[in-house]
């Protein structure tokens, strides 16, 4: 009988180091995902993503929505961290907001991991190029309006991502004196297409030369092809945005849509990130964790995208020389 009973105790040793390697009785690492809303696809994926990876790695994971309200946003971050979870993602949002939140956090000894944003008191910042994809926008629409027109910006407040697509967009109408930027026109969440449409279709009627739109997501961007259409501008009117979200890409899609370009990033691969560093952190230690990486930036065109855009191209310097020094011997 004692033999018997000592065969089961090893038994249930074995499957503790073998199944389960935090130990048989090991508590569930909870970790708490704050979305600014769930209103397009980037926000749908991004936590589908972070919550599919780690609960694939046995986490629990708690999800809060903040219905496009960011002191909402910033109030389920502070209860995560009230909480005790494990760790804290906040998964896209107005970066600002969350600047003395994530000092807290720190400061708690809570790993948080920041998609979108770049926040003091993160472990890591997971980001599409937002910098070269807002030039890339500022550099299409230059060269479709030949350097001269009239602009208008659609933009969100606050969200750093949006601010730095913008800003490096208008960054490059430096070199074209010829362009003027009429306005930066502020749509929300709420109803971004309805609004979106509203102000491209009052711009046009009082600037009906007007030939350029930069907007910073999505959603606006299909209210703008929309007033575009209406009004007759399809000839005239470019469009740099960004974003790839169903909706847009089908506008864009239509033979009878203004020739435009999306500066685009895979917000799923981007939540992938995202659960993978806090895995690591949890399971390695922050130091085994990037401060900042970019994840995939896409620039997509209705129009011929290899013409319109250059092509960035990661390589060893060995293949750079290959390529760029071809006719001298590679001294490496």
Request: glycine residues 10%; hydrophobic residues 40%; contains cysteine.
């Amino acid at each position: 009988m004692r033999r018997k009973y000592n065969f089961a105790i090893l038994a249930l040793i074995l499957v503790s180091v073998f199944i389960f390697p935090n130990g048989v009785f090991a508590k569930q690492k909870v970790i708490g995902v704050t979305a600014i809303w769930m209103g397009n696809d980037w926000n749908i994926y991004c936590s589908g993503e972070i919550k599919k990876s780690l609960e694939a790695k046995g986490y629990q994971v708690i999800h809060s929505n903040a219905e496009g309200q960011t002191r909402k946003q910033v109030m389920d971050t502070e209860n995560f961290m009230q909480r005790k979870v494990d760790g804290i993602i906040i998964a896209g949002g107005e970066g600002p907001a969350f600047i003395e939140v994530s000092k807290k956090i720190k400061a708690a000894g809570i790993p948080l991991v920041a998609v979108d944003m770049v926040l003091p008191g993160s472990i890591s910042g997971v980001y599409a190029d937002n910098y070269s994809g807002g030039t890339q926008m500022g550099i299409f629409l230059s060269t479709k309006m030949k350097g001269e027109g009239k602009v208008i910006v659609l933009d969100t407040p606050g969200w750093h991502s949006l601010l730095i697509r913008a800003r490096m967009a208008q960054a490059t109408f430096a070199e074209f004196p010829g362009i003027q930027v009429l306005n930066t026109f502020e749509v929300g969440v709420d109803d971004p297409v309805g609004n979106a449409y509203n102000i491209v279709k009052s711009t046009i009627r009082q600037h009906p030369d007007l030939k350029g739109i930069i907007t910073t997501w999505d959603m606006p961007t299909v209210g703008a092809i929309k007033a575009v259409k209406e009004m007759g501008k399809t000839k005239q009117i470019f469009i740099s945005a960004a974003d790839p979200g169903k909706p847009l890409l089908a506008e864009m899609a239509k033979p009878d849509a203004p020739v435009m370009m999306v500066m685009g990033q895979n917000a799923r691969v981007l939540g992938q990130l995202a659960a993978e560093f806090m895995d690591r952190a949890l399971t390695q230690g922050t130091d085994s964790v990037p401060l900042s990486v970019f994840g995939p930036t896409y620039f997509i065109s209705n129009g011929d995208p290899a013409k319109d855009f250059s092509k960035l191209t990661p390589m060893t310097p060995a293949e750079c020389w290959d390529i760029y020094h071809y006719d001298t011997k590679r001294p490496f």
